[in-house]
């Protein structure tokens, strides 16, 4: 019978989350494993209960569906075992800002923005109150760079990003481990969903060397990780610059150039 927190990963039928579900089982966790496609969820359920006897649970789950994403809530407000949560679930962009329909602007939202900020919204309360435990956002370099040109998933993980800053900001003094992984190019199934092929996408990381680095970031306490950036003093100048703007906002007068010349 393990001490250890139960964890539950979206999105782990396949790449990232499947893999982050490779490595908590072989540190001892039992797991919830969410996603919408089952078999795939049993198979993986089934070889990591074997492989590192640990129990696995599989709760599918299609999240942007609200009566199918309240089943997961609800599953992280009642089972007190569970106190690391992975919201890792994601959908990218497939074509230009000009080609997105509502339908998809309203999953990828849907997925990216409004089932990771509830899901967190479920968990943390009874994180708070036990004084302990983590939530895990997977956001993207992407989120830093509309030069990419994939806008709208851009948004949504910076949106993934400043969520977790606030909740860093919020949570941690009640204990929580707030942590934000910021990948680049991971090979995973995504980039055949955004319409490009892999093998197009120079410099891509082997997605279990982005989790091994995530989880180095994860065991520091790191409340932003960014393994593909290799020199940390980026994000910390990024970081500084971010702070010395606000500290240089003055609320009550418009700045001189903007002033009519007076
Ligand atoms: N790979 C990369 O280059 C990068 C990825 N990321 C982020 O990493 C995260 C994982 O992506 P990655 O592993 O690459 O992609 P994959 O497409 O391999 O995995 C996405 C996972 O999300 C699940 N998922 C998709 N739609 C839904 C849904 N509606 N409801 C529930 N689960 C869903 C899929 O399972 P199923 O289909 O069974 O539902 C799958 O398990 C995403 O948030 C992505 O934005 C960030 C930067 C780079
Ligand atoms: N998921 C990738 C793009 O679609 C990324 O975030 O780099």
């Given at each position: 019978m393990t001490t250890l927190p139960s964890v539950l990963i979206t999105g782990?039928?396949?790449?990232i989350g499947a893999v982050y579900a490779k490595r908590f089982a072989s540190r001892g966790h039992d797991l919830v494993l969410v996603a919408r496609d089952q078999a795939r969820l049993q198979t993986l359920a089934t070889a990591l209960a074997r492989t590192h006897q640990v129990a696995v649970d599989v709760l599918p789950a299609d999240l942007t569906i609200h009566q199918e994403l309240a089943t997961v809530e609800d599953r992280l407000r009642s089972d007190?075992?569970?106190g690391i949560l992975v919201n890792n679930a994601g959908l990218p962009q497939a074509g230009g800002f000009l080609q997105q329909d509502t339908a998809g602007i309203d999953r990828l939202i849907g997925l990216n923005i409004t089932a990771l900020t509830r899901l967190s919204a479920a968990i943390a309360p009874r994180l708070a109150e036990a004084g302990t435990g983590a939530i895990i956002n997977i956001g993207s370099v992407v989120g830093l760079a509309p030069e990419f040109g994939m806008t709208l998933y851009g948004a949504t993980k910076a949106y993934v990003l400043l969520l977790s800053q606030g909740l860093q900001q919020e949570l941690g003094p009640k204990g929580i481990q707030i942590q934000a992984v910021l990948p680049a190019a991971t090979r995973t199934a995504i980039w055949d969903k955004a319409g490009?092929?892999?093998?197009?996408?120079?410099?891509i990381m082997e997605v279990d060397e982005l989790v091994d680095a995530a989880l180095v970031g994860f065991d520091r306490h790191e409340?932003?990780?960014?393994?593909?950036?290799?020199?940390?003093a980026h994000w910390n100048a990024l970081d500084t610059a971010r702070l010395a703007l606000l500290g240089d906002l003055d609320q009550s007068h418009a700045a001189q150039r903007y002033r009519s010349a007076s």
């Open positions: 782990a039928s396949s790449g007190r075992r569970i490009i092929d892999i093998d197009t996408v120079t410099d409340p932003v990780t960014i393994p593909p950036l290799q020199d940390a």
